[in-house]
């Protein structure tokens, strides 16, 4: 079953100006990850931000954790026509075996119109 | 640096047929190893993660199989494809505490099952 939610599902702006997306969760974690997917193509990872952590910058990102409400937020300013991929939030998939895999969200699709 | 490459990066095969997929990972030795699944306009779905040779962990039971013959493989097989099975397949791999840390994705394979 999925974790993360994330929110809105498509999401089209103008070069320049600021994107958010929310991510919401069940469970308790330890941390959540946010990575970005261009169209066909693989992960990246672009920020890991810890339970104990309320807001951390990456560049043009900032990414927000209120565990309280179970709720992330990304924060992508000055955004740029190479900023348009989907977007996942990501938190552990508890297995217990000592290597957790990650459970997604279905993303934000982000599109920076020119 | 680590590099992980997978392969074929697209692939077309009957219904029923057999498949192999291949994910190797360079620069790192033990790495946690994942197969993840993306079914179109869907998020990630783990399918298996190993922390260790021979050592498979299975989160879906489906007709797909793992295996890691070699630290740094991990091959992802089926003996009987179903059209279910096409989708996006995603390699990752981690190191320390398996998902609590970042994990760094291939550029996947397509798999389309005619």
């Not at chain 1, 560049?59 to 924060?75: A, E, F, H, I």
């Not at chain 2, 840390?101 to 798999?111: A, I, M, N, S, V």
């Amino acid at each position: 079953s999925q974790q993360g939610e994330e929110d809105p599902q498509a999401l089209s702006i103008q070069e320049g100006e600021n994107a958010t997306m929310n991510c919401s969760y069940k469970t308790s974690i330890n941390n959540l990850q946010w990575y970005r997917q261009n169209s066909g193509r693989g992960l990246v990872h672009l920020i890991l931000i810890r339970s104990n952590e309320r807001e951390k910058h990456s560049g043009r990102l900032r990414v927000t954790l209120d565990t309280s409400k179970k709720s992330s937020s990304l924060l992508i300013t000055a955004s740029r026509a190479a900023d348009t991929a989907s977007y996942f939030c990501a938190t552990v998939l508890y297995s217990g075996g000592g290597a957790d895999g990650l459970t997604f969200g279905k993303g934000t699709h982000l599109i920076i119109q020119p | 640096s680590q590099t992980i490459h997978q392969w074929p990066a697209t692939l077309v095969q009957p219904v029923g047929s057999p498949l192999s997929l291949e994910c190797t990972v360079e620069g790192t030795s033990n790495p946690n190893l994942y197969w993840y699944r993306q079914a179109a306009g869907r998020g990630l779905q783990l399918l298996f993660y190993s922390v260790g040779i021979g050592q498979i962990s299975s989160e879906v039971p489906q007709n797909l199989s793992a295996s890691r013959p070699q630290d740094r493989q991990f091959i992802l097989s089926s003996k009987k494809l179903l059209l279910s099975d096409s989708g996006f397949y995603l390699c990752a791999w981690s190191n320390g505490a398996g998902g609590q840390e970042t994990q760094y994705f291939g550029p996947g394979t397509r798999l389309l099952v005619l």
